[in-house]
């Protein structure tokens, strides 16, 4: 499987988060987390998010995907995959 970029912003007491990353894991992906406890990360996750307050945010390859109901979504119809490639 191709090497995305996929970056996550997390905090640390989010179970959606950790489901996550849970699936990312499954796939053997590498990913930057960026934890949103901090008020620099938050303000960047919120811009970058487009307003978005919830956690988790996914980008894959710098495109705004998410939460994880989303990536979800995309791995149970196989589209994950392809967004990967």
């Known amino acids: 499987m191709t090497k995305a970029f996929i970056e996550i912003y997390t905090t640390h007491d989010c179970s959606f988060c950790k489901q996550a990353k849970n699936l ?3 796939y ?3 990913f930057i987390e ?3 406890d901090s ?3 938050r303000e960047l996750m919120k811009k970058r998010a487009k307003g978005n307050y919830s956690v988790p945010q996914i980008f894959i390859n710098k495109k705004l995907i998410g939460g994880f109901k989303e ?3 995309l791995h149970k119809t196989g589209k994950l995959k ?3 490639s």
């Open 34 to 36: 960026h934890n949103v």
């Open 28 to 30: 053997s992906l590498e």
């Open 82 to 84: 392809s967004l990967l």
């Open 71 to 73: 990536l979800a979504i």
């Open 24 to 26: 990312l894991n499954k």
């Open 39 to 41: 008020q620099v990360n």
